[in-house]
């Protein structure tokens, strides 16, 4: 018989689905608790709104749990509510500012140039990069972590955020260049 531990996401999705039995959403709490909190911190800084948001967020994956059709990513679709749940409440307390860009500028960036500034990204020295990352407001910090840390498309991300692919690539851009410029700032003063 096989532990909670050991049983997928997916076969526990499955089952509750097909079962009707809620009891087993406390593997997947347990499971994603940590690491939606986690998530919830990095984005607001706020331990008591962490708490809350993680709540309200593992309500929500509870509660469409049976609205999942086909299940490919569990995983990935609690990050993709963590993500929208957080920008939705950055968003109602003004901590994200919507300015009006000039995203024809960036419409015929290709995701290879993007890629290839991710690659440069990643060579930079991690420890340079968290000390400067803090230095970042709220949204470039959500779409860069979006975009590198977690993976996510250019598509993905626009439909979080509520915005065209080409505004995500310019946000994208101007999140790079505000970090190269603190690295920059960082490196000669040492």
Known sequence: METSDHISDKKIVEQI???GDMELFHILYDRYVDKVYRKCLLLTKDKEVSKDLTHDILIKVF???SKLKKITNFSLWVHSITYNHCI???RRKNKIKHEDYDEALF?????EEIEREQQE?????LSELEVVFEQLNQEERLI??????DGLSIKAIAKAFGVGESAVKMRLKR????????LTKINSQA
């Open 17 to 19: 689905i097909a079962t």
């Open 63 to 65: 509660l469409n749990l």
């Open 88 to 90: 939705d409440y950055l």
């Open 107 to 111: 419409e015929n960036i290709t995701e």
């Open 121 to 125: 990204l990643k060579e930079l020295r």
């Open 144 to 149: 860069l972590l979006m975009r590198y840390k």
């Open 175 to 182: 999140s790079r260049d505000h970090l190269a410029a603190l």
